[in-house]
T-cell receptor, first 113, second 110 residues
Framework: GQQVMQIPQYQHVQEGEDFTTYCNSSTTLSNIQWYKQRPGGHPVFLIQLVKSGEVKKQKRLTFQFGEAKKNSSLHITATQTTDVGTYFCAGPVAGDSWGKLQFGAGTQVVVTP | NAGVTQTPKFQVLKTGQSMTLQCAQDMNHNSMYWYRQDPGMGLRLIYYSASEGTTDKGEVPNGYNVSRLNKREFSLRLESAAPSQTSVYFC?????????FGPGTRLTVL
């Protein structure tokens, strides 16, 4: 079945450093979404990418959708303690027209001051 | 707007007990979802409802039932709880694209 994989599973970052987390799908996706979940909280939508090769920025966060629409990345510049949390990517379930998503297992980000 | 609300926030059950998790949304969304979240496994879909009066199984439906009472409310029932159902449960709603999540229910089955 369709799989969405994220690497790394854990990311320890020194405050001020940059890092990138990656998302890979076993199937071509019509779009990809990214969510952030703060510790003890619930997932919150960050962004959706639709076009092949699309790049979108939100302040220090840069999201990219691969040319083949099977992978995506999230790059955070100058990490801050507010970036702590788990970042999930999610793609539409193949063949579904009701908005179902297949989530990756997430990248848990820990920031050291 | 409250968004998506869930009750209860926390629950402890003994094996074999039953309970219903409640979810409501005030965004007039057609689609609603129930997920469970376990460490290292992301969010796994239990059941979903594409519209009022329709429900369908997700990835991990065994041991659960759902009811889409009306457009606003979507409940998840555990008929006979098992320790393997210890998890955090999230309800979500959407109108095709981004999903809006509730605050979650942390369930422990002893």
């Amino acid at each position: 079945g369709q799989q969405v994989m994220q690497i790394p599973q854990y990311q320890h970052v020194q405050e001020g450093e940059d890092f990138t987390t990656y998302c890979n799908s076993s199937t071509t996706l019509s779009n990809i979404q990214w969510y952030k979940q703060r510790p003890g909280g619930h997932p919150v939508f960050l962004i959706q990418l639709v076009k092949s090769g699309e790049v979108k920025k939100q302040k220090r966060l840069t999201f990219q959708f691969g040319e083949a629409k099977k992978n995506s990345s999230l790059h955070i510049t100058a990490t801050q303690t507010t970036d702590v949390g788990t970042y999930f990517c999610a793609g539409p379930v193949a063949g579904d027209s009701w908005g179902k998503l297949q989530f990756g297992a997430g990248t848990q980000v820990v920031v050291t001051p | 707007n409250a968004g998506v609300t869930q009750t209860p926030k926390f629950q402890v059950l003994k094996t074999g007990q039953s309970m219903t998790l409640q979810c409501a949304q005030d965004m007039n969304h057609n689609s609603m979802y129930w997920y469970r979240q376990d460490p290292g496994m992301g969010l796994r879909l239990i059941y979903y409802s594409a519209s009022e009066g329709t429900t369908d199984k997700g990835e991990v439906p065994n041991g659960y039932n759902v009811s889409r009472l009306n457009k606003r409310e979507f409940s998840l029932r555990l008929e006979s709880a098992a320790p393997s159902q210890t998890s955090v449960y999230f309800c979500a709603s959407s109108e095709m694209d981004e999903q809006f999540f509730g605050p979650g229910t942390r369930l422990t089955v002893l």
